[in-house]
């Protein structure tokens, strides 16, 4: 259970700092009640990671074999991938196509919502912009591959406790911190502790 909570810590903490998400949370914290935006972020985040684990453990019914191999694929696949795309990345302070998206994903729904905003559409609006990013993030991906071979209540703890400290650092210093985070640097760490857990994954079948 400690390696599955410790897994799926580390993975969520490096992979979702400068991610969408982040960048939504720290925009939303800007204009609303810190408190009410962590709130609605944290919330979808930990829905989010239910159901990925729960979709996890469905997957884990199949023959060992085939979850193994597919997570020593998918770790290893998500490493490269990572690798490559940070080293195309420019050394710039972070990803502007991705704080682009979180601008304009939050303006839609500004212009939606009702001016005069309570305290729960607040929370409503966070917990929906987070969940429709997250969804389909090689995150989720994850947390699917991480709970199909390991001890689900270690990695859903886990990965909402790496969640909930991602959403703090936004919602607290998220302007001050998003200036001075190296997406290419989150990038490299991410790729190489998927390849990690690739190979982690591989020692301990063999």
Known sequence: MLTAFTAGLLLITVS???DKTFFIAVILAMHHSRRLVFTGVTAALAAMTILSV?????????PKVYIHYAEIALFIAFGLKLLYDASKMSPAACDTE???EAEAAVKKADLELPKQKTSLTIIIEAFVLTFMAEWGDRTQIATIALAA???????TIGAILGHAICAAIAVIGGKMIAGRISERQLT???GCLFLVFGVVAAIEGA
Do not use: M, T
């Not at 729960?54 to 199949?62: N, P």
């Not at 071979?149 to 990695?155: A, K, L, R, Y």
């Open 188 to 190: 490299l760490i991410g």
């Open 16 to 18: 979702e700092l400068g």
């Open 149 to 155: 071979g390991n001890n689900p209540i270690g990695v």
């Open 98 to 100: 991705v704080v682009e």
């Open 54 to 62: 729960l979709f996890g453990q469905a997957v884990s019914f199949l």
